[in-house]
């Protein structure tokens, strides 16, 4: 029986042959089945002798905690620190945890690796989303996020909600919305999608739960799980937590909020896995994307895959500064033009 490599085990239609043997032992099952029934499983973190304590000192100067209560708070934004992992060693540690790490490999079938930390020392007040408009993969759905209460949360201090059940909704990105990124001019933040998100929530008539959060706890959810964070009522409270980040072996990787792949524009994603400090490459079945093509699709070049041949003397004509600075043309479009979406003709 094929167990269809593409799907993580946990959405997969052979999901009970593959979490009832003999050899899934009883926490695997649980969190599978949670995951797999709500999209979301809490844990306690596997490492009881992480120091949060020596995070939020090193931390907590990177923030600018007076601004965000005189005017953050109230706008309903948040404080973070993406990457902290690259300085700090014990949200590297959180990051790298060999139990996690071996739990989400099991879990979706695949090897887990994380590629991202974010760090909050308040509550996010995000609009509630599914994280497939961010991190996305092919095949989809082999992404997925580890949050870790640093304190307890509860009520007044920014609980995260989510709608269990809505990881099992289809993965609507730009085309579902009728938006070609790639023409409008801004560069698009998830605000495009948030009214459809409040209609498929009223539409599906699904009830928000609260993560009323002990210290230690952990939450695992998957990719299209629908979750944001609460209002944090009482502006004078911390709410330390680190988010990381998991994508999965033998993918690719993009941004499909940034992506209108078939007008010829993918947001490839260059990643590091974080236990190794190194590369990960896009792979489609074993095989890794060719890096012409990662470079031709990069948003920005829709103009550029439209005119058969580079012509350098246009392109200068186009653009007087670039011939005023004397560079060499076809150079400074690949480094620059693309991305400042130059003309390449008068």
């Excluded at 993918?251 to 994603?269: L, V």
């Excluded at 590369?279 to 990069?298: I, L, S, Y």
Aim: aromatic share 12%; proline share 7%.
């Amino acid at each position: 029986m094929t167990r269809l490599s593409g799907i993580p085990h946990i959405e997969s239609p052979f999901f009970s042959c593959i979490f009832n043997r003999n050899d899934v032992d009883d926490e695997t099952r649980r969190v599978a089945f949670e995951l797999a029934a709500k999209g979301f499983a809490v844990i306690d973190f596997p490492d009881p002798e992480i120091s949060f304590e020596a995070i939020k000192e090193n931390l907590r100067t990177h923030y600018d905690f007076n601004s965000w209560r005189a005017h953050g708070h109230e706008a309903g934004i948040s404080l973070r620190i993406q990457d902290a992992w690259s300085f700090n060693e014990d949200v590297k540690r959180i990051a790298c945890n060999e139990h996690i790490i071996a739990l989400l490999s099991r879990l979706y079938g695949r090897q887990a690796w994380p590629f991202q930390t974010l760090n909050f020392p308040v509550g996010t007040q995000q609009h509630f989303h599914t994280d497939s408009v961010h991190f996305s993969s092919s095949p989809e759905r082999f992404m997925c996020g580890v949050w870790v209460a640093m304190e307890d949360i509860d009520e007044t201090n920014g609980p995260l909600m989510y709608f269990p059940g809505s990881h099992r909704w289809p993965i609507y990105t730009n085309e579902h919305i009728g938006k070609c990124v790639a023409e409008l001019g801004d560069t698009p933040t998830q605000a495009i999608y948030e009214a459809m998100w409040r209609d498929l929530v009223a539409a599906h008539g699904v009830q928000p739960e609260y993560f009323h959060a002990k210290k230690g706890q952990a939450l695992i959810w998957a990719a299209n799980l629908m979750h944001g964070g609460t209002k944090q009522l009482d502006p004078d409270r911390t709410r330390w937590s680190q988010v990381t980040h998991y994508f999965f072996d033998d993918c690719a990787y993009y941004t499909p909020m940034m992506s209108d792949p078939f007008y010829g524009s993918i947001a490839f994603r260059t990643l590091t896995n974080i236990v190794t400090g190194k590369p990960v490459p896009n792979r489609v079945a074993g095989h890794e994307v060719p890096a012409r093509f990662v470079e031709a699709t990069m948003p920005g070049q829709t103009k550029w895959q439209e005119e058969e041949v580079f012509d350098p003397q246009l392109y200068l004509l186009a653009n007087p500064d670039v011939a005023a600075a004397g560079v060499d043309p076809a150079q400074h479009y690949l480094l620059h033009g693309i991305h400042e979406k130059r003309r390449l003709r008068p």
